[in-house]
């Protein structure tokens, strides 16, 4: 498809969008100005709608397919989620109006919001406070792990250099750690998929300031061990960090704050249905134990005593300003009309559903895969194709083969401990044919790979562009048109 | 127990299942896990209906009050957005798809991206730029460690003319890290202090930060500065706002290495605070040290042209604690905004909303300085924005508007000791000459009382 820089031609008129004039009173010299305007497009707005319009029926999507991306929990994001924030009472709002004195007043609606996600997010994870300023998960584990740093300065835990991280986390988890300026210790995987305990206690000492843990982990297994884990890092006064990117297994049922976590962060673009829009925008909030409290990130909302919502600025131990505000507000706001068409009962409903639809679709899929790891998954299950290799087919070839049939590919290649993985998450959105026709699709997959591998090398064929030239990306570096 | 919203299994699918599984509930899913770990029912309140829930919350978004009239800026303005963009950006095939992790299946975002890098390209006069990173605090920051990356060196220095917001945020990302952060006043005249910079850059100092135009709304040429970094082998950074880039001089023509910014401006409502838009662009010589996702231009197997994201090794799924940065999911949707708000707009109509700005910005200018009392805090260059100074705190008088239906300005003294009476207007092309000329007498009548 031609860019829209491809469909430009000069004088063509966009929106109009001059207002009336208001004569300057003095022209700015042209030391400071630019002398060209910058080569924007001109293009009428029927053909940018047309282009937009068609574009975005090049992507696959939640909204027109299956989309089993493990650790993703690429779950249907209600439409009155979206009508909800998308109110201009709440879109129209400037950050800064409550910090005018006497504008606090006027924010009271997004204000109450924002308390009220902090309140039910406290009590569905277990721990005592929450922010809602992270933008992704990632800048929820920077900020946890900038919260574990302070607690330890403020301690003087000097000693304190490193984090532990099992081998099945997810990237961000060391790159953050790293960020926060800790060394990383990376523990592998027994053979049940959890965190090798013997190797963990090993790596684990007065040096250590935490553990990164994601439960279940990225292989969709519980860490039976958890409490364990937890009393024997506390016992160096060190920190739990609970990645929740897969909450969406446990929430209602189980609470990271009282398995013996200190800190965790939400993925509300995962477990609390907010669209992942393309790769964001996501939000990370991040919840403390109370001895935790006093290093959360400025500002903190709060009710006063007359019931009016305010924000405090005065948190001398705070960590400081992670984010300009009070996070992605927009994502919260969906995340919150979310909580509440759930209510109660429907957390428990949803981790319930989310975790059945998996456990089905792994046992229906092992007499196709074998077993990597053994026994119940929860809201996700990994499995190797490995078995394939000999007929010359990798995971991304089954990848590519079932873009062909119309299913979203699910995660591959990670997590990076199992060969050849393919993780796979259907979430509670998916009815029982849909999960049914992805077994059909699969069996007819590793038949075609057994028997006509050079198809599925050939896949995909039904989609707009064919398998792309990596390589040749990285090397000539068309980063922009020109 | 009740129906659970947006899960698709009947009952009958359910038991089905179940008996597939050899369960009969499902807690026999959970049995191998520690019954000591299992939770209480939540004291959260009981689900709502649809109806319910879109009533409960048009009543909490009423307490609102939006019909304000906004001067106030400081970094995030109250722009026109074009309906189309709303339209356009509410496709759900491009606001339910993930990253576009399978290039195939996902050209609408990944051509999108790569429109979008092209724009931001155009806009700040650089060579390349990443897909988007959360704001322009954390783009800022992001390119402070790509500068001291680069250089291999652990100092900055920092203008206080960049947003204090910003340097809030540098303050609080560096603070674990071995960075020397140093911040040099701002100069008399409210822009860049060149005799203190000059003073200041040694062969430590890695990199030099600058806000054009600054938080006080000064415009600034900075290339003789920006010359005397590079002399010290440093690299200088910049942080605009984009808006002002359709008639400000671009940062590439300035020399600038890395140029971040905050996106809001480009078809994103205010949001009180986000999601937002962090964009970067650099220089090819130092893409390869550039945090965040990039999408390049490549051919398939038949030599049609197709997209992908590139230059991947330098990510942390990749590269995890070695990885340029910690980013993983971006504001892909907002950057989406950003290139179907200029491709709606265009060149001319980019053009016109920016001297629309400027003019309203420059009659209001003219129009306070004539209140008795009343100053300019610094010259006469601005875009949209300048700071006044009152003969009262300017707090106060804020206050005292903000109770006649004006959010009449920004005032600085909580950023800034000694500039208490200073306040902080911004004009966009959606504010009237009446509601100016509004501002103006009750501005007036305020500072009589
Ligand atoms: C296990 C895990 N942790 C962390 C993250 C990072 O989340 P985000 O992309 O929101 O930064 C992800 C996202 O894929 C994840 O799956």
Redesign the interface.
Same mark, same amino acid.
């Given at each position: 498809?031609k860019?829209?820089?491809e469909k430009s031609s000069p004088g063509?008129? /966009?929106?109009?969008?001059?207002?009336?004039?208001?004569?300057?009173?003095?022209e700015?010299?042209a030391?400071?100005?630019?002398?060209k305007?910058? &080569?924007?497009?001109?293009?009428s +707005?029927a053909e940018?709608?047309r282009?937009?319009?068609a574009?975005?029926?090049?992507?696959?999507?939640?909204?027109?397919?299956f989309?089993p991306?493990g650790s993703?929990t690429?779950?249907?994001?209600?439409k009155?989620c979206?009508?909800?924030a998308?109110?201009?009472?709440?879109?129209?709002?400037?950050?800064?109006?409550p &910090?005018?004195?006497? !504008?606090g007043l006027?924010? &009271? !609606?997004?204000l109450?919001?924002l308390y009220h996600t902090e309140r039910?997010l406290s +009590?569905?994870t277990?721990l005592a406070e929450f922010t809602l300023q992270p933008?992704?998960?990632?800048?929820g584990?920077?900020t946890g792990v900038?919260i574990m740093?302070a607690y330890h300065r403020d301690r003087g835990n000097t000693q304190k250099d490193h984090i532990i991280i099992p081998d099945s986390a997810? %990237?961000?988890n060391?790159?953050?750690? &790293?960020?926060?300026?800790y060394k990383?210790v990376t523990v592998p995987s027994d053979d049940k998929g959890m965190m090798d305990f013997d190797l963990f206690k090993a790596a684990l000492n007065e040096r250590t300031a935490g553990v990164m843990l994601t439960c279940p982990n990225t292989l969709g297994v519980?860490e039976?061990r958890?409490?364990e884990i937890c009393d024997a890092v506390h016992g160096v006064d060190g920190l739990m960090y609970y990645d929740g990117a897969n909450f969406n297994a446990i929430m209602?049922?189980?609470?990271p704050g009282?398995?013996g976590f200190d800190i965790c962060h939400l993925n509300l673009?995962k477990s609390f249905?907010t669209?992942?829009?393309?790769? %964001?925008?996501?939000a990370g909030p991040v919840g403390v134990v109370e001895k935790l409290q006093p290093y959360l990130?400025i500002s903190r909302v709060e009710k006063t005593r007359d019931g009016t919502y305010a924000l405090n600025y005065d948190e001398p131990k705070s960590? /400081?300003?992670?984010?300009?505000?009070?996070?992605?507000?927009?994502?919260v706001?969906r995340a919150?009309?979310y909580?509440?068409?759930?209510?109660?009962? !429907?957390?428990? %409903?949803?981790s319930?559903?989310a975790?059945?639809?998996a456990?089905?679709l792994q +046992?229906?899929l092992r007499p196709l895969f074998g077993e990597e790891f053994k026994?119940?998954c929860m809201h996700e299950f990994v499995f190797s194709g490995e078995f394939l290799r000999k007929h010359g087919i990798h995971t991304l070839d089954l990848?590519?083969g079932m873009?062909d049939r119309g299913i979203?590919?699910p995660?591959v290649y990670?997590p990076l401990n199992v060969p050849e993985a393919i993780m796979v998450e259907p979430t509670?959105?998916?009815?029982?044919d849909?999960l049914d026709r992805f077994v059909e699709v699969m069996a007819e997959l590793v038949e075609l790979a057994k028997t006509d591998p050079e198809k599925l090398h050939e896949a995909?064929v039904t989609?707009?562009?064919?398998?792309?030239? +990596?390589v040749?990306?990285?090397r000539?570096?068309?980063?922009?048109?020109? | 127990?009740?129906?659970?919203?947006?899960?698709?299994?009947?009952e009958r699918?359910?038991a089905?299942?179940?008996e597939?599984?050899g369960i009969g509930d499902?807690d026999e899913?959970?049995?191998?896990?520690?019954a000591d770990?299992?939770?209480d029912?939540?004291?959260?309140?009981?689900?709502?209906s649809?109806m319910e829930?879109?009533q409960?919350?048009?009543k909490?978004?009423?307490?609102?009050?939006?019909n304000?009239v906004?001067f =106030?800026g400081?970094?995030?303005y109250?722009h026109?957005i074009?309906a189309?963009v709303?339209?356009?950006a509410?496709? *759900?095939?491009?606001?339910? @798809?993930?990253?576009?992790?399978?290039?195939?299946?996902?050209?609408?975002?990944l051509?999108?991206a790569?429109?979008y890098?092209?724009?931001i =390209?155009?806009?700040t006069?650089m060579? #390349?730029?990443n897909?988007?990173l959360?704001?322009?605090?954390?783009a800022l920051f992001e390119a402070v460690m790509m500068a001291l990356r680069s250089t291999g060196r652990n100092k900055v220095l920092v203008d206080q003319g960049v947003s204090p917001?910003?340097r809030?945020?540098l303050?609080?990302?560096t603070?674990?890290?071995s960075v020397d952060y140093q911040e040099i006043p701002l100069g008399s005249n409210g822009v860049a202090d060149r005799k203190a910079f000059e003073a200041a850059l040694d062969d430590t100092v890695g990199a030099a930060i600058f806000q054009n135009p600054n938080f006080f709304g000064c415009?600034?040429?900075l290339k003789e500065l920006v010359d005397k970094v590079h002399e010290s082998n440093a690299l200088a950074i910049m942080s605009v706002y984009p808006m002002a880039?359709?008639?400000?001089?671009?940062p590439g023509?300035m020399g600038a290495d890395i140029v971040t910014g905050?996106g809001q401006s480009l078809g994103l409502?205010?949001?009180?605070?986000?999601?937002?838009l962090g964009f970067m662009a650099t220089t090819?010589k130092h893409?390869r040290k550039m945090p965040g996702?990039?999408?390049?231009?490549?051919?398939?197997?038949?030599g049609?042209? *197709?997209?992908?994201l590139?230059?991947q090794a330098r990510?942390?799924?990749?590269?995890?604690?070695? @990885?340029t940065?910690?980013?993983?999911?971006?504001?892909?949707?907002?950057a989406?905004r950003a290139?179907?708000y200029?491709?709606? #707009?265009?060149?001319?109509?980019?053009?016109?909303?920016g001297r629309?700005c400027?003019?309203?910005a420059?009659?209001a200018?003219?129009k306070l300085a004539k209140i008795p009392g009343v100053e300019p805090a610094f010259n006469?260059?601005f875009f949209n924005e300048f700071a006044i100074r009152l003969p009262k705190d300017a707090?106060?008088v #804020?206050?005292a508007l #903000?109770?006649q239906g004006i959010?009449a300005g920004?005032?600085v003294g909580?950023y800034y000791k000694g500039m208490e009476n200073v306040l902080l207007l911004a004009f966009t092309?959606k504010r009237?000459?009446e509601e100016?000329d509004i501002l103006v007498a009750k501005l007036e009548s305020v500072l009589k009382a």
């Open positions: 498809m860019l829209i820089y063509r008129p /966009g929106v109009r969008m001059s207002s009336i004039k208001i004569s300057p009173t003095e700015i010299p030391k400071y100005l630019r002398s305007p910058a &080569q924007l497009p001109e293009v +707005e940018v709608v282009h937009f319009t574009l975005s029926r090049l992507n696959f999507s939640v909204d027109t397919h989309y991306l993703c690429m779950k249907y994001n209600p009155a979206e009508a909800a998308n109110l201009p009472e709440l879109t129209e709002v400037h950050p800064l109006w &910090q005018l004195r006497g !504008g006027l924010t &009271q !609606g997004s109450a919001i039910i +009590e569905i277990g933008m992704a998960g990632a800048h584990e920077l900038m740093a997810h %990237g961000t060391p790159a953050s750690a &790293q960020l926060a300026g990383v519980f039976m958890i409490k209602g049922r189980y609470k009282d398995m673009h249905a669209p992942h829009g393309g790769g %964001g925008p996501g990130p960590i /400081g300003y992670i984010a300009p505000f009070y996070g992605n507000f927009g994502v706001a919150y009309a909580i509440l068409s759930l209510g109660r009962d !429907g957390m428990l %409903g949803t319930n559903r975790v059945l639809n456990n089905y +046992e229906k026994g119940r990848a590519k873009i979203h590919p995660t990670f509670e959105s998916e009815d029982r849909t995909p989609t707009p562009v064919g398998r792309l030239d +990596e040749k990306a990285a000539d570096m068309r980063l922009s048109y020109s | 127990m009740k129906k659970t919203p947006f899960c698709a299994t009947s699918d359910q089905e299942m179940f597939f599984l499902f899913l959970f049995a191998e896990i520690p770990l299992q939770s029912l939540l004291d959260i309140p009981e689900g709502l649809e829930m879109m409960h919350i048009r909490i978004a009423r307490r609102n009050s939006t304000l906004n =106030c400081a970094g995030f109250d026109y074009p189309a709303n339209a356009l509410s496709r *759900g095939e491009f606001y339910t @798809a993930y990253t576009p992790y399978q290039p195939e299946a996902s050209q609408g975002t051509q999108a790569f429109e890098q092209t724009a =390209c155009r806009l006069g060579e #390349v730029a897909a988007s959360f704001d322009g605090g954390t917001i910003y809030k945020m303050r609080c990302y603070q674990n890290l415009l600034d040429n880039l359709s008639v400000v001089e671009t023509a905050e409502p205010l949001n009180f605070g986000g999601p937002y090819k893409v996702r990039i999408v390049g231009e490549t051919v398939d197997h038949k049609r042209r *197709g997209f992908v590139t230059l990510e942390q799924h990749i590269r995890r604690e070695k @990885a940065s910690n980013i993983c999911s971006n504001v892909q949707l907002c989406l290139i179907i200029l491709s709606l #707009v265009g060149r001319e109509g980019f053009l016109e909303v629309d400027m003019d309203r420059s009659y200018w003219h006469r260059r707090s106060d #804020v206050s #903000v109770d959010a920004f005032p909580r092309e009237t000459k100016i």
